[in-house]
């Protein structure tokens, strides 16, 4: 069975810094992995998704991941956070179904 | 851009009652889902419905719930007799196709079920 694991449970940045939120997955063949963000009282919204195209995904609002088989991870990246981006980050791996991770929630600070 | 609509926004019901849960799913789409986020948890998957019947359900998914798709544009999830722990905010998605090749599932806004 496919899995995805979120290591932090939270992250916080400063404005204008790096964003980082680490995941790793779990699958026997080759994954569609993606991420989805959820803010305060809204819906989930895709941000990226791998299909096994190439490895380094770009997705909406500046945010990218690169899909490492090696590390079996899925990292997403952004390179200089904004207050908007504070959220919740949900890694995903797709069995058909989706299979959520259990979320990061990033805080940004000015 | 078109888009999943869920109704109603935020239900409150008593133990033992029936919900039925909305969903407009997005108008060219075949398959559809119901998933769950129980407050401070992960989002978990409860059905996938394709071609009038059920293609995949979760344990979760026990014969207290049901779904319907009972015209051409709605998409319905009945919890028979709701019971405290069914208090979580319910997803509605819709995919134009299924499969691991990444078909995008879109998101509805999601409906809070609080069961007092």
Same mark, same amino acid.
């Given at each position: 069975?496919?899995?995805?694991?979120?290591?932090? +449970?939270?992250?916080?940045? +400063?404005?204008?810094?790096?964003?980082?939120?680490?995941?790793?997955?779990?699958?026997?063949?080759?994954?569609?992995?993606?991420?989805?963000?959820?803010?305060?009282?809204?819906?989930?919204?895709?941000?990226?998704?791998?299909?096994?195209?190439?490895?380094?995904?770009?997705?909406?609002?500046?945010?990218?991941?690169?899909?490492?088989?090696?590390?079996?991870?899925?990292?997403?990246?952004?390179?200089?956070?904004?207050?908007?981006?504070?959220?919740?980050?949900?890694?995903?791996?797709?069995?058909?179904?989706?299979?959520?991770?259990?979320?990061?929630?990033?805080?940004?600070?000015? | 851009?078109?888009?999943?609509?869920?109704?109603?926004?935020?239900?409150?019901? $008593?133990?033992? =009652?029936?919900?039925?849960?909305?969903?407009?799913?997005?108008?060219?789409?075949?398959?559809?889902?119901?998933?769950? $986020?129980?407050?401070? $948890?992960?989002?978990?998957?409860?059905?996938?419905?394709?071609?009038?019947?059920?293609?995949?359900?979760?344990?979760?998914?026990?014969? =207290?719930?049901?779904?319907?798709?009972?015209?051409?544009?709605?998409? #319905?999830?009945?919890?028979?007799?709701?019971?405290?722990?069914?208090?979580?905010?319910?997803?509605?998605?819709?995919?134009?196709?299924?499969?691991?090749?990444?078909?995008? =599932?879109?998101?509805?806004?999601?409906?809070?079920? #609080?069961?007092?």
């Amino acid at each position: 069975a496919q899995s995805v694991t979120q290591l932090d +449970s939270h992250v916080s940045v +400063s404005e204008g810094t790096p964003v980082l939120l680490r995941c790793n997955y779990s699958s026997s063949y080759s994954p569609s992995l993606f991420w989805y963000v959820q803010h305060p009282n809204k819906g989930l919204q895709l941000l990226l998704k791998y299909t096994s195209a190439a490895t380094l995904v770009k997705g909406i609002n500046g945010f990218e991941a690169e899909f490492k088989k090696s590390e079996t991870s899925f990292h997403l990246t952004k390179p200089s956070a904004h207050m908007s981006d504070a959220a919740e980050y949900f890694c995903v791996v797709s069995e058909y179904k989706l299979i959520f991770g259990t979320g990061t929630r990033l805080q940004v600070f000015p | 851009e078109p888009e999943v609509t869920q109704t109603p926004s935020h239900q409150v019901t $008593q133990m033992g =009652q029936e919900v039925i849960l909305r969903c407009v799913p997005i108008s060219n789409h075949l398959y559809f889902y119901w998933y769950r $986020q129980i407050l401070g $948890q992960k989002v978990e998957f409860l059905v996938s419905f394709y071609n009038n019947e059920i293609s995949e359900k979760s344990e979760i998914f026990d014969d =207290q719930f049901s779904v319907e798709r009972p015209d051409g544009s709605n998409f #319905t999830l009945k919890i028979r007799s709701t019971k405290l722990e069914d208090s979580a905010m319910y997803f509605c998605a819709s995919s134009e196709a299924s499969g691991r090749e990444s078909y995008e =599932q879109y998101f509805g806004p999601g409906t809070r079920l #609080t069961v007092t």
